[in-house]
């Protein structure tokens, strides 16, 4: 048994996320696990760029009110206790609404080369506003 009793929250890195987000990591995976675990919590305003990741991703919200978009312009409303499943593949972001803090825990399993995340471009304004009144919170 491993007993962790505080992680270091962290700025996640600007390059990939649009405002103020924080992260503790809960699981780092060292081989042969590919568990990657963190909490995420995002201010007013603030989501991830677009991304996909290999093999899926599960995101479990712990707080606040938040928004989760996909490419082709579906976009759920999210809260506390709610759990969202992207595929592999598919590219999508997360993030809070512009009035609300969200908090999720969000779970990955890596592909053997890293936790499988790729990366993409921020998502505009207009993208941001669109899903916000999509879903009209």
């Given at each position: 048994m491993e007993h962790i009793t505080s992680t270091t929250t962290?700025?996640?890195?600007?390059?990939?996320?649009?405002?103020d987000v924080y992260l503790n990591m809960i699981e780092t995976p060292a081989e042969p696990a590919r568990l990657t675990a963190g909490l995420v919590r995002f201010t007013p305003g603030a989501?991830?760029?677009?991304?996909?990741?290999?093999?899926?991703?599960?995101?479990?919200?712990?707080?606040?009110?938040?928004?989760?978009?996909?490419?082709?312009?579906?976009?759920?409303?999210?809260?506390?206790?709610e759990i969202v499943k992207c595929?592999?593949?598919?590219?999508?972001?997360?993030?809070?609404?512009?009035?609300?803090?969200?908090?999720?825990?969000?779970l990955v399993?890596?592909?053997g080369n890293g936790d499988g995340t790729t990366w993409l471009e921020p998502v505009s304004e207009e993208q941001y506003a669109a899903a916000l009144a999509t879903v009209k919170v």
């Open positions: 962290l700025k996640a890195p600007a390059e990939r996320f649009t405002g989501h991830t760029n677009w991304h996909s990741h290999a093999l899926g991703q599960v995101l479990y919200i712990t707080d606040g009110i938040g928004l989760v978009g996909t490419r082709d312009g579906d976009v759920v409303r999210v809260s506390a206790g595929p592999a593949g598919e590219e999508h972001w997360h993030g809070a609404t512009d009035t609300t803090l969200m908090a999720h825990i969000a399993v890596g592909d």
